[in-house]
């Protein structure tokens, strides 16, 4: 396992990478620990550097520093930078997980294995990685998601939250109909759209939620 040589990465720890590359599939198959933990630990470590970055190198207001420090950050994100890093095919999966290696997973593991390098190589050595493999999509203005629903939904999973569209207004003839939908997240209304369709009216919602959310 080699993949963070490049970096110039070398885990004292490596009962800690081997944790990082776990998950719980196989470790319950096998009874041991899996990345869970550390993706915990690899989570907040990833929001404090790139939060730091944002702070340092741009004059963006906090609301706009959180919706791009989160389009960063998302699942989405994640799972590419592994790609990029080259781990995918060192994950541990147990036999009833094999054939779903998704992108859920293969996010959380490179939380984990920033939670590793934390750990065992300290909070510089984990800033200089993530300026390396994350930082190169910010400059370069990378967009992750393509629509808000994506991001509002891969936002709230974090908290295994459900997200519902309700439609509460429908007006005008039917060739120019304006639609309003409110997104409700756990029962509680974050947020409203209008629009000319009910797709373009659950963006906008989904936007408005967005927004809040991040903050």
């Known amino acids: 396992m ?12 490596g009962k800690l990478l081997d944790i ?15 990345y869970e933990r ?16 944002l ?3 741009t004059d963006l207001p906090e609301g706009v520093m959180s919706k791009t420090r989160a389009s960063y950050v998302c ?6 930078y592994a790609k990029k890093v080259g781990y995918i095919p060192y994950i541990k999966l147990g036999h009833g997980q094999m054939n779903n290696l998704n992108d859920t997973i293969v996010a959380d593991v490179f939380e984990a294995i ?16 993530i300026h390396e493999v994350i930082i190169p999509y910010i400059e370069e203005g990378y967009q992750f998601f393509d629509d808000y629903k994506t991001a509002l939904q ?24 304006t639609f309003e939908v409110d997104v409700v997240i756990d029962d509680i209304v974050y947020g409203h759209g209008v629009g000319k369709s009910k797709k373009e009216a659950e963006q906008n919602a989904a936007y408005d939620a967005f927004s809040k959310c991040a903050k």
């Open 114 to 129: 920033l939670g590793a390098i934390y750990l065992d190589q300290g909070f510089m050595t984990a800033k200089k990685y």
């Open 38 to 53: 550390l993706e915990y630990l690899g989570d907040a470590v990833l929001q404090v550097i790139i939060s730091e970055y």
């Open 2 to 13: 080699n993949f963070l040589e490049k970096y110039g990465i070398k885990i004292n720890d």
């Open 20 to 34: 990082a590359l776990t998950h719980s599939s196989y470790s319950n198959e096998h009874e041991c620990e899996n």
């Open 55 to 57: 702070y340092k190198t």
């Open 75 to 80: 699942e989405k994100a994640c799972a590419e």
């Open 154 to 177: 891969e936002m709230v999973q974090t908290d295994k939250k459900s997200v519902e569209y309700r439609l509460v207004k429908e007006d005008g003839p039917a060739h120019d109909k």
